[in-house]
């Protein structure tokens, strides 16, 4: 017998067959006890701070800065200056240089971004590693391809930067939503003066060292953290001339409002409530993965969640029950643990309202259905659900959730269908799973959404154009559409989305 033979020999067999533990490592980040405000390229020492916690353990992270207004004001000057004073004359080339260098860098740091975009957020690392920091580094390779090309992409309408933009940020995806803002942003030739969420700030705040060692000239962007006064500080500064948003139908409307009659440009990326639509002749194991990465994706923290799915009426009990059967194989817990599926819920508070809107679908009516999993008992945490016998009316199938709870309705024609899925304040994302091509095209054409993904969902692409109607905002980013927003058209018409 040889070694290695007596070695299995020895080997405990194990009791259950379950997935053993694989932690990945957080010694890859190093965090610092207290962060400033990152302005003008240097850090500045917050007059105030607030603790950012590990949304799974509760663990404090770390102290971070509560910008004052005195504080934004000072961003908002160093942004004006650099952009007055070199970055907007500088060759378009020369720009592309620096965007191509932070994407250069977002690679080679990937894995402590994504241990850290992990751990301040809760979401698995799995994700972190494989969607979120793939797709950060992209969007700056794209734009840093648009950088001087501008001219090709807006021909006849002489392509200048606006000056200043105020970019605003949520919790669900913090550096990519940083790099679909600061990526286009920049390759335009504006400044940059952004905040983070209040519950995420800490890969932003790293990202400050990516611009430190792709030497981008200071004040071209600059990093303020706090919460939802200092988002209302950027939007009232004088001297910023753009402000993009991306986060609640609520807070958007506010902005909209504050912003009136200013002439400051506003693009708004707000909710949705997405319908995941599936026909009875889609292949329908394939559309059950697309369903749990509609909803479960993130914790179902994604704007386009399909939260909502539409089962055509003949083939609703196997999508019931191979959707049941394959929530049991989900695993929720550790967001660092490399199997983990489904990981924290972002912050208490986000918890407080899946929990209050799931207890409306109870009360109103709809069936609960959880899988059996025992959730840890530190930290936020909320079981994969599906709602059955769900009426239009209900909350659950009107009101964002934000969380991993799924909605399910039935049609029986697809003018039933369209009519139910366009039925709602929203139109960000919808999904279609068919084997019929012509069927595609017929629902993409009468859904009222910014993104109809067919056979397959939340597939995402920096040359893509991503946005919403209706309650779901206005404006295009990604692709070429996204550049538009940064740029003085010459007052010529845009680009229709
Ligand atoms: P918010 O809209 O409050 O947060 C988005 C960003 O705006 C954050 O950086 C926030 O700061 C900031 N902000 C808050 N108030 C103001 C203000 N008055 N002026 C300017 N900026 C402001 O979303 P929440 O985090 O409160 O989440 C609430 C709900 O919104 C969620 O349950 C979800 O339904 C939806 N949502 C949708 C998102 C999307 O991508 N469509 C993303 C996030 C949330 P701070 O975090 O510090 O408060």
Redesign the pocket.
Known sequence: MTELERKHERAPVPSEWTYASAPEARDIVTLQERYGHYVGGEWVEPRETYTTISPASEEPLAEVGQATPEEVTAAVAAARDAFENGWSDISPAERAKYLFRIARILQERSHEFAVLESLNGGKPIKESRDVDLPLSAAHFFYYAGWADKLEYAFPNRRPRPIGVAGQ?????FPLLMLAWKIAPALAAGNTVVL?????TPLSALLFCDVLRQAELPPGVVNIVT???R???EI?KAESVDKIA????T??GK??QRELAGTGKKLTL????KAANIIFDDAALDQAVEGIINGIYFNQGHV?CAGSRLLVQESIYEPVVEKLKRRLTTLRVGDPLDKNTDVGAINSKQ?LD?IQELVATGEEEGAEIYQPPCRLPEKGYWFAPTVFTNVAQSYRIAQE?I?GPVLSILTFRTPEEAVEKANNTPYGLSAGVWTEKGSRILWMAERLRAGVVWANTYNRFDPSSPFGGYKESGFGREGGRHGLEPYLDLDGSQALSP
């Not at 905040?195 to 519950?199: M, S």
């Open positions: 605003i940020i949520p919790w669900n905040k983070p969420a209040e519950t706090g919460d939802g200092t988002g209302a939007v948003f991306t986060g609640s609520e807070v506010a902005i990326e707000l909710g949705g704007c986000q309202k964002e934000f």
